[in-house]
């Protein structure tokens, strides 16, 4: 069981399933909504998920047709995104967690397009676009 919450701490998550295809993205839509170099995230089943507190104060916003990021509304953290192409699971971003996860990340994605400013030291494999497989 994994449990997180937004920065002001007014929603709160779990996940009871494992959290899968953790990667670092590079893309510029993830630097752009997180603020920051890349973005941690990873796959859970939707139905090992829920919103144990604030499920009314997220809000939503939807970049990309069938596809939503949803935020809390206070301190405007990323709490998960849907895609409805694939409803058996949303998108989260890893640094939502209060606990400890076991899983690990798997790769750095979209390297071709990271900030100029970052320097790109890692052991991980490093892909242009997606990891292979997805």
Same mark, same amino acid.
């Given at each position: 069981?994994?449990?997180?919450?937004?920065? #002001?701490?007014?929603?709160? =998550?779990? =996940? !009871?399933?494992?959290?899968?295809?953790?990667? *670092?993205? *590079?893309?510029?839509?993830? $630097?752009?909504? !997180?603020?920051?170099?890349? %973005?941690?995230?990873?796959?859970?089943?939707?139905?090992?998920?829920?919103?144990?507190?604030? /499920?009314?104060?997220?809000?939503?916003?939807?970049?990309? %047709?069938?596809?939503?990021?949803?935020?809390?509304? #206070? #301190?405007?953290?990323? =709490?998960?995104? !849907?895609?409805?192409?694939?409803?058996? $699971?949303? $998108?989260? $971003?890893?640094?939502?967690?209060?606990?400890?996860?076991? &899983? /690990? =990340?798997?790769?750095?994605?979209?390297?071709?397009?990271?900030?100029?400013? &970052?320097?790109?030291?890692?052991?991980?494999?490093?892909?242009?676009? *997606?990891?292979?497989?997805?």
């Amino acid at each position: 069981m994994y449990t997180g919450s937004c920065l #002001c701490g007014e929603v709160n =998550v779990e =996940v !009871s399933g494992s959290i899968t295809s953790i990667i *670092h993205c *590079h893309c510029s839509l993830c $630097r752009k909504n !997180s603020g920051t170099a890349f %973005a941690t995230n990873g796959f859970v089943n939707t139905d090992d998920f829920t919103i144990t507190k604030g /499920q009314a104060l997220l809000s939503e916003y939807s970049f990309k %047709a069938g596809r939503t990021r949803y935020f809390c509304r #206070c #301190c405007g953290s990323p =709490v998960y995104s !849907s895609n409805n192409d694939d409803k058996s $699971r949303i $998108r989260i $971003r890893l640094g939502i967690f209060d606990t400890d996860i076991t &899983e /690990q =990340v798997l790769s750095h994605n979209f390297v071709t397009s990271k900030a100029n400013w &970052e320097k790109l030291e890692t052991s991980l494999p490093c892909y242009e676009k *997606h990891e292979p497989g997805r």
